[in-house]
């Protein structure tokens, strides 16, 4: 099997000066920038350094305290800053617990209410048997529509045709709407 060699061809461009620069390269850009900790004499002569001759000079490297101080005093800010947004983060944090929690003791109380209000209900229809009265009431309002059917259906042999029930849908639409509701056609 060849390998085709334009599949292995890597094509590299310059970076465009118009993109965008990114936030982790800007983030390093605005960092301050601390003096170097080690100074040297500026009027340092490196042969006399190695002589036995003594010199009056000061050890060409000494140790600035001032510039400690500014980097233990940025670093101190940049923890005060870091504190100080972690308690505002655990302020807004508390405070959106404490509104949940309030949300949820609401809600469990509106619940609770609901419970008790149903409760109180389903006694009220136990307690007074309302629903077997309206299953009673409902059983006799359907013998009544059944005799009435029944009566019209007696009726409806005795009188002429032309005034028939079964032939007059139209006139009489109601009662077929009874019929058919009823099951009785």
């Not at 870091?82 to 983060?89: A, E, G, H, P, R």
């Amino acid at each position: 099997m060849k390998e085709d060699p334009n599949d292995k061809i890597i094509v590299v461009t310059q970076k465009k000066e118009e993109e965008e620069i990114e936030p982790e390269i800007e983030t390093l850009k605005n960092i301050k920038k601390v003096q170097p900790l080690l100074s040297t004499i500026d009027s340092l002569n490196w042969n006399n350094f190695f002589s036995n001759r003594k010199n009056n000079q000061t050890i060409p490297e000494t140790l600035n305290p001032q510039a400690f101080i500014n980097f233990f005093e940025q670093y101190q800010q940049y923890i005060m800053k870091c504190s100080q947004t972690v308690i505002k983060d655990q302020n807004i944090l508390s405070s959106n617990f404490k509104q949940l929690l309030s949300y949820c003791n609401d809600i469990e109380g509106q619940v609770s209410q609901k419970l008790t209000r149903t409760k109180h209900i389903e006694d009220q229809l136990v307690g007074y048997e309302i629903i077997s009265k309206i299953e009673d009431d409902i059983e006799k309002t359907q013998i009544l529509i059944s005799d009435i059917i029944s009566k019209i259906d007696k009726l409806d042999e005795i009188i002429p045709d032309e005034l028939k029930i079964k032939n007059n849908p139209d006139k009489y639409s109601k009662i077929h709407k009874i019929k058919e509701t009823h099951n009785l056609l």
